[in-house]
Antibody, heavy 117, light 111 residues
Framework: QVQLQESGPGLVKPSETLSLTCTVS????????WTWIRQPPGKGLEWIGY???????NYNPSLKSRVTISVDTSKNQFSLKLTSVTAADTAVYYC???????????WGQGALVTVPS | QTVVTQEPSLTVSPGGTVTLTCASS?????????PNWFQQKPGQAPRSLIY???YRHYWTPARFSGSLLGGKAALTLSGVQPEDEAEFYC???????????FGGGTRLTVL
């Protein structure tokens, strides 16, 4: 059974960089598209971006200037960095897996990151 | 800025049938948008129900079905159960920009 688990600081100061890691267990990170999605408290979902295990990445145009997603196949992990954060970046951040059929099948439980105003 | 629109809320009686839709500001939704549908209950992560328009996961009950309807992606629930009460999100693929956009979500009440 594939499992994804987000980890990282729950509190980030304004203007600093948010960093999260997603650890994949029960399966290899090779193949698939590894995705980050976020959800502000009480609001809807926002697709942040994904990275292919080969290293190619695509990002939400509205966040592209601030986002970097990377993958470490040796550790079966992928990571999110979001720079210059503000209170508007406060959200639950989810990592998820998508396959070549664009099936977003497995998700992490989510990690709340708060940026105080 | 691309906008994906869903009904904000719908109400259905137990045992009834309801259809949720997902529209794109760019025009008709086709299978090339690889519509995905997710269910989210309070305090939980979203759970995938449907991918690539109409494919169910092994864990998706047969009462959930996906389709294209009148230029929109659609999720139909037949024989609704009380436990189906949740927020439902669609997700569409915009190939030229190589990115994905979520709809705003539909809150489904079973009453």
């Amino acid at each position: 059974q594939v499992q994804l688990q987000e980890s990282g600081p729950g509190l980030v100061k304004p203007s600093e960089t948010l960093s999260l890691t997603c650890t994949v267990s029960g399966g290899s990170i090779n193949t698939y598209y590894w995705t980050w999605i976020r959800q502000p408290p009480g609001k809807g979902l926002e697709w942040i971006g994904y990275i292919h295990y080969s290293g190619s990445a695509n990002y939400n145009p509205s966040l592209k200037s601030r986002v970097t997603i990377s993958v470490d196949t040796s550790k079966n992990q992928f990571s999110l960095k979001l720079t210059s954060v503000t209170a508007a970046d406060t959200a639950v951040y989810y990592c998820a897996r998508a396959n070549a059929y664009w099936e977003y099948d497995y998700w992490g439980q989510g990690a709340l990151v708060t940026v105080p105003s | 800025q691309t906008v994906v629109t869903q009904e904000p809320s719908l109400t259905v009686s137990p045992g009834g049938t309801v259809t949720l839709t997902c529209a794109s500001s760019t025009g008709a939704v086709t299978s090339d948008y690889y519509p995905n549908w997710f269910q989210q209950k309070p305090g939980q992560a979203p759970r995938s129900l449907i991918y690539s328009t109409n494919y169910r996961h092994y864990w998706t009950p047969a009462r959930f079905s996906g389709s294209l309807l009148g230029g929109k992606a659609a999720l139909t629930l037949s024989g609704v159960q009380p436990e189906d009460e949740a927020e439902f999100y669609c997700l569409l693929y915009y190939g030229g920009a190589q990115n994905w956009v979520f709809g705003g979500g539909t809150r489904l009440t079973v009453l």
